[in-house]
Structure formats: C-alpha cells, structure tokens
C-alpha cells in the first residue's frame, strides 16, 4: 500500500511542506527536493546580503551582474508577467517593500517625501536582461521577487520530484499549492481556501484539484494595524500603498505556480473588474475572488470552477463570471 510521507520546513519565509504517497520510503527524495527550496532561496531572498538579487539591487545602476539559470529564469518570467499586466505586478517593487517593512519587526507608515522618492524608481522597463546578464537600470532601484518566487519555487520541486519517479504529491509553500496527480485513492486533491476573515487554517470552500497549482494572494498573509486600519502587503506601484478595492484574496488556478503566483498578485492590484477582463484574455487559468461589499462578504468564482469549488459555508453569496475557453 502506498504511505503517505511527508517533510517540513521554514523558508522563504514561509512554513513549507512536501508530502507524498509512495510504496516505498522516499524521505530522503522530498528532503531533496526540500533542498531544492533552499537553494533557490538563498539566489531570490532579498533579505539575505548574500543573494544573488541583492548583489543585483546593489549594482543597480551600475553594472550587469551573471546570473545562476534559476534567477535568470525567475526573471524572465517576473518581467513577463510585468508586461502582461500593464505592470500591476511589478518586480521592481523592492524600495516600497523597504519603506514599509511590512512583516518585519518594524513595520511603519512612510512619510511622504520618501515614499514618492520610492515609486519613482519602480519600474519593471528598467529591469535589463540581456542573455545570462541582468541589470537595474537606475541607481536605488531594487527588485523584489516576493510576489512569484514561492510559486516558482514550487514548479521547481514538482518537476525535480516528477523527475525520481513521485506520481502523487502535493507542494505547499505557504500556501502556494501545487498537486501532482491525485491522492492514492484515485480521488483528485482537496485544497482548503483559507477565509480571509477567520483565524488561519478555516477554509471557506475548497477546490478539487490534480496537476494543477493553487496559489493565494490576501490580505491576511502579512500586515500590521495602526489606529485600528489595517495595512497589507500588496502595493500598488502607481501609489506606494498597499490596495484597497474591496478585494480580500484572489486565487489563482493554473498549470505553473509561478504564473499563478506573479497573477494571483496581479490581479489582486487590478482590482476584480479589471481581473476579469484580464481573464477572459488569459487561457488555462481560472480564479476565485473574495470580497468585502458593504457587510456582505462575495465569493467570485470562473464559471468552470463551478464543479470544482465546494463551499464550506453559506454566509456568503457566491456569483460566478465567464472565463477563457482554452
Ligand atoms: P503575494 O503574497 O504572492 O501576493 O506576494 C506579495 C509580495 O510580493 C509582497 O510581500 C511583496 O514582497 C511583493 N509585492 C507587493 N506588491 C507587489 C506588486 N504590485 N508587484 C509585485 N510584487 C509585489
Ligand atoms: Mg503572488
């Protein structure tokens, strides 16, 4: 009988978890590929002075800097999806980050001058890749790849655990979910979606899935309060502050967690209007947008994902919108 085999970790700042079902006791093939995580985690981390994003935030301005395949993979896909959304997700973002320290010990309100200073140098244009090399443009200016490192991340261990033969098995890195196959039993996996306005762990509905990635952007996954507001982490670039459009967390479904991740942040900028129009562009992807309307509390799900999602709860109205046929 196939066991279920699991290993945990903390890294990039985020608990992450890699199960699996297999015949055979393969810990040591999830510890590898837990291995993985870390490895990327010390070339992305924009925390560590020894990352190869901060070597490139400190030559910004100044010089081209070679990069591992991994990063230069990362940003291909960063500045990908930067163009694709009009820049609503946006790598550069790394000085607005810094101002407010939003998840840190510290975290504060920046005063003004500063915060103009800052969104001034965001911008994804000045992010120059040219072959193996890449470079800021601008002094001051520093990439921030929180927004799709977890779910590329994700990608790469689902491929390195494909690759020694694991058929089932799910990825989590803090919520960046990524299934391969189904559960042993046959039966598609079951991921919780985590209701923006409970304590962490209650699910609001859950959606079945196989080889597929869920990702989450909310504003519950890191902020602070000041005077009773409550300050989240995803910034709108043309602002500095972080969004308020109603929205509480959009979910991304799609085959690559890295597009998932860099959308789920994305679309959550664009607020849901937008995203949906967007959608409706974009094949292979669905989404599930959670809302604050007045008091009541909206679940919007793609029509697709009718079947897919069940609620956990019913004080709340559920709506769907018509997507992308692929
Ligand atoms: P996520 O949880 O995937 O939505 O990512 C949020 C993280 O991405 C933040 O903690 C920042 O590090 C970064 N971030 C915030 N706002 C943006 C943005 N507009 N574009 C790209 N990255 C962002
Ligand atoms: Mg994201």
Do not use: C
């Not at 995580?37 to 981390?45: E, G, N, P, T």
């Amino acid at each position: 009988m196939p066991q279920l085999i699991r290993v945990d970790g903390f890294l990039m700042g985020t608990f992450v978890q890699i199960s699996a079902y297999t015949t055979e006791n393969r810990a040591k093939t999830l510890q590898k590929g837990m291995n993985e995580v870390a490895h990327l985690d010390a070339l992305f981390s924009a925390h560590r002075s020894d990352s190869e994003i901060s070597l490139l935030n400190a030559r910004a301005g100044d010089s081209f800097v070679v990069l591992a395949p991994e990063t230069n993979a990362l940003l291909k896909k960063a500045l990908y999806w930067a163009q694709k959304t009009g820049g609503a997700f946006d790598p550069t973002i790394g000085p607005v980050v810094a101002l407010w320290q939003i998840g840190a010990a510290n975290p504060t309100i920046p005063h003004n001058i500063p915060l103009q200073r800052a969104i001034k140098r965001v911008s994804y244009r000045d992010l120059v890749l040219s072959n193996d090399a890449v470079m800021l443009r601008h002094e001051e200016q520093a990439l921030d790849l929180g927004g799709i490192a977890k779910g590329f991340a994700a990608d790469h261990v689902a491929s390195f655990l494909k690759s020694q033969g694991i058929k089932s098995a799910l990825i989590d890195l803090g919520g960046n979910v990524v299934a391969i196959g189904k559960r042993a039993d046959g039966k598609p996996w079951q991921i919780g979606i985590q209701d923006p306005q409970k304590p962490r762990g209650t699910a609001i509905g859950s959606v079945s899935i196989a080889n597929r990635s869920v990702v989450t952007s909310g504003v519950y996954e890191r902020y602070f309060e000041k005077n009773g507001k409550r300050y989240h982490h995803i910034f709108s670039p043309k602002t500095g502050y972080p969004v308020e459009n109603g929205l509480l967390s959009v979910t991304i479904l799609s085959d690559s967690s890295a597009d998932g991740d860099a959308l789920s942040t994305a679309l959550f900028v664009m607020g849901k209007r937008s995203a949906i129009d967007f959608l409706k562009k974009t094949p292979g992807v669905e989404a599930i947008f959670i809302e604050k309307r007045g008091d009541k509390t909206i679940i919007t799900l793609s029509e697709k994902l009718n079947k897919q999602f069940t609620p956990r709860t019913t004080h709340y109205a559920l709506e769907t919108f018509e997507g992308k046929n692929p």
